[in-house]
């Protein structure tokens, strides 16, 4: 399948870890990469992001088949493994790098998101949502070491 046949999906719920092994196991899901997003520093490392003054966010890029996988079912697991009532917060990891946030990469994406979020909302959580939707910005890859960090340890967990 060529890459013209997949949409993007960028999305930011803590520990950057986590988040990819959950989506990497998502029919539909074909591609994952780890990275960094939603900042002002240009070509963050890790070290930078963790500073918690770049401003970006640790996030999965995700490229999907949506014959296979909506987007709105991406959502719904993105709500799933975090909680996005806490700012800046996923467990034990504090800093605006471990935001909830979900950066859209077109109008459909924004309204999909906002209507889930609403939805949520009503129905959901006691506390507020906090999750921002935001335009997608550049996403900078973390560093290789990162990438697929579960599978190339034989499992875990960001909170463990």
């Not at 963790?50 to 970006?56: L, N, Q, S, V």
């Not at 697991?77 to 935001?99: A, C, E, M, V």
């Not at 889930?116 to 335009?135: A, Y």
């Amino acid at each position: 399948m060529s890459d013209n046949n997949l949409e993007t999906a960028t999305f930011a719920a803590g520990c950057f870890w986590g988040v990819e092994d959950a989506f990497m196991k998502k029919k539909g899901v074909k591609v994952t990469s780890v990275g960094y997003t939603g900042g002002n520093f240009l070509d963050p490392t890790y070290e930078d992001v963790c500073t918690d003054k770049t401003g970006h966010a640790e996030a999965i890029q995700i490229k999907f088949d949506p014959k296979e996988v909506s987007y709105g079912e991406l959502l719904d697991l993105f709500w799933s493994i975090h909680n996005p009532t806490t700012k800046n917060r996923q467990g034990p990891d504090i800093g605006s790098q471990y935001r909830s946030t979900i950066f859209y990469h077109t109008a459909a994406q924004e309204n999909i998101a906002k209507k889930s979020k609403q939805e949520l909302n009503d129905s959901k959580f006691q506390n507020k949502i906090v999750t921002e939707i935001v335009p997608a910005t550049t996403f900078y890859p973390a560093e290789d070491y990162h990438q697929k960090y579960y599978q190339k340890i034989g499992g875990g967990s960001c909170y463990n």
